[in-house]
Nanobody, 122 residues
Framework: QVQLVESGGGLVQAGDSLRLSCAASGRTFSSDTMGWFRQAPGKEREFVAAITGNGYTYYADSVKGRFTISRDNAKTTVFLQMSSLKPEDTAVYYC????????????????WGQGTQVTVSS
């Protein structure tokens, strides 16, 4: 069993920065690929970023150059540093552990956190 707990969301203005954290527990973490997804009201859950156990990163085109995913294996925590935030980044952000298949599809992940709300005002 894996437990994932996100934190760091909030209300910010356009252009601001925010860092999300995802604390993992329950099993070996260092070799897991971890991902961030987001879901806005009325929209499907969409891929944001992923990081492999050895640090390779992948980003959605919409956040490339603005968001950075990283991890601290000693603390079993994954981070999402978000900069130059836009109103369209407003969503609930979820952390998840990759299982199989396409890394950018939510059904490729088997454990999910409860989500943290990010709201960007214009």
């Amino acid at each position: 069993q894996v437990q994932l707990v996100e934190s760091g969301g909030g209300l910010v203005q356009a252009g601001d920065s925010l860092r999300l954290s995802c604390a993992a527990s329950g099993r070996t973490f260092s070799s897991d690929t971890m991902g961030w997804f987001r879901q806005a009201p009325g929209k499907e859950r969409e891929f944001v970023a992923a990081i492999t156990g050895n640090g390779y990163t992948y980003y959605a085109d919409s956040v490339k150059g603005r968001f950075t995913i990283s991890r601290d294996n000693a603390k079993t925590t994954v981070f999402l540093q978000m900069s130059s935030l836009k109103p369209e980044d407003t969503a609930v952000y979820y952390c998840a552990r990759y299982s199989s298949g396409f890394y950018y599809r939510p059904w490729g992940y088997d454990y999910w956190g409860q989500g943290t709300q990010v709201t960007v005002s214009s």
